[in-house]
Each structure stands twice: as C-alpha cells, then as structure tokens.
C-alpha cells in the first residue's frame, strides 16, 4: 500500500531523514518506535506531503506521492492524527469533526461510522472540544481523522500523556479500526503497547532506520530490550 525508498529530508541544511526504507501492506498495523529527535514526526510529515524529501519516492498505492500537495494525499486516502491532537478548541465536537470532512463527500454517513466507534463523541457533540479531557480529546482527534475515510490512518504519538486506563483505549480503537479495514501506521513511545499492538515495527535512530521485524520479534530483540524497555 504505501512504498517509501530511500527518502532523504532535511531541515534547512540540517539533514534528518537518511535513505529511510519501509512499506506497509494493507491491513497492516506498522509501528516506528525511537527516541526523542530521532525523526518520527519528520517521516509523518513527510508522508503528509508537509515536507518534501531532497530525494527518494514515496508511492501510495502505486502513485508517486512525494511531491503531492497535501490536500490531494489526504483525498488519496492517507489521514494524520497529530501529535498533540492540534483540535479546534473552541469549536465544538461536531464541528472539529466537519473539517476532518472537508475533502469528504460521504460526511453523514462517515459521521454515523464515527459516533458508532465513540458514542460519547455524539452524547456531546455540541461541547467545544476544550473542555473535554485529556483522552476524550485525543478520542475527538482519531474520530476527526476517520472523517476523511482513510484507508491508511497514520497516528503521531497518540498514547502521549494520557492516563493508563485511556492508553488502553486508544490502542484497542486502533485494533477495532484495523479490523474493520484501516491500515495503520503508529508512531509511538509507549513502545511495549505499540509492539503488542502492531504486526511489524521499524526502530528509528538518528534518522536512520536501525532495525526492522516482526513486532514480536523486536520486543524480543537484546538492543529493543535494553534501550526502549528498560530491561
Ligand atoms: P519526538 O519523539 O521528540 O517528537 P521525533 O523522533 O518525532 O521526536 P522529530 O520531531 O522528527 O523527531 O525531529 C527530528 C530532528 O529534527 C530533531 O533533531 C529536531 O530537533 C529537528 N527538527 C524538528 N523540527 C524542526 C524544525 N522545524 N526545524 C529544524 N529542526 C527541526
């Protein structure tokens, strides 16, 4: 489904990305885990079409993609959740949903979809999305993402500050949306939940993909253990 070779990024003269290699089939939950600064947002960014890369392809179902404005990869079918959620504050719940379907011509139905996954979401659609706490705000960023009916949903950090109870959650929705047909792509600290929850993973280090496998494999691996699981 997506296809990324060899993509070089770089910030100003500052290079970040170093020849990055992976891909994703459908119906896959792929994780990339790594420290602090090691380019994780860059990649998403750069899947996003919010930077290009000095080299290298990226193809989404076949398609070039890398040079692609943003709004045509989001009508593709790739959708990003944010780090930080990046939620309408006061606007309310309905209405963050609606600029998640501005490239959407299916908006009721995909709503209906929607308030099936997070019911609390309809409860309270005309509650400005400020107020809500932390996990039900980051419930409001998924559900703002589905709107664009993507088939490839790609989460940037979405466990981040969230109580353990609502860490559970957001990575059993990432379960229910992948069995219902969406590809994902997780990008995540909380590494030992997102290599229980993925079927492949990629390690990430200075901007250079180090290690690569089955997810399993990879919370089993002696380096994955000492660095990232404190064992
Ligand atoms: P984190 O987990 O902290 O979000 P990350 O793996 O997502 O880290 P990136 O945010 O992609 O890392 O940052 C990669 C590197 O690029 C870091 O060294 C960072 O300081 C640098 N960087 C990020 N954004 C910019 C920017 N706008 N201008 C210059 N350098 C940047």
């Known amino acids: 489904m997506l296809n990324v070779e060899n993509i070089n990024v770089f910030y100003g003269s500052v290079r970040i990305l ?7 089939n459908e119906g896959e939950i792929i994780t990339i885990i790594g420290p602090n600064g090691a380019g994780k947002t860059t990649i998403v960014k750069t899947l996003m079409g919010l930077l290009k890369p000095i080299s290298g392809t990226i193809e989404f179902n076949g398609n070039p993609i890398h040079q692609a404005p ?6 593709d079918g790739i959708a990003l959740v944010p780090e930080g959620r990046e939620l309408f504050p006061r606007m309310t719940i309905m209405e963050n949903l609606q600029m998640g379907a501005y490239t959407s011509d299916t908006r009721e139905e995909t709503l209906e979809w929607v308030f099936s996954l997070f019911p609390r979401l309809e409860e309270r659609q005309k509650q400005s999305a400020g107020t809500l706490s932390g ?16 088939k490839l949903l ?19 929705i990432i379960k229910t949306l992948n069995s219902q047909g969406v590809t994902v792509l997780l990008v995540e600290q909380n590494i030992h939940h997102a290599l229980e929850a ?7 280090e200075t901007g250079r993909i180090t290690l690569e496998g089955a997810s399993r494999e990879l919370l089993d691996n002696n380096h994955v253990k000492e660095a990232y699981l404190g064992m």
């Open 198 to 204: 993925s079927n492949r993973g990629y390690v990430l």
């Open 18 to 24: 170093w020849d990055v290699n992976f891909h994703i």
């Open 135 to 150: 996990g039900e705000q980051q419930m409001l960023a998924i559900a703002r993402g589905l709107m664009s009916r993507p």
């Open 154 to 172: 790609i989460l940037d950090e979405p466990s981040l500050g969230l109580a353990p109870i609502m860490v559970n959650k957001v990575f059993e």
């Open 70 to 75: 943003t709004h045509h990869i989001v009508k």
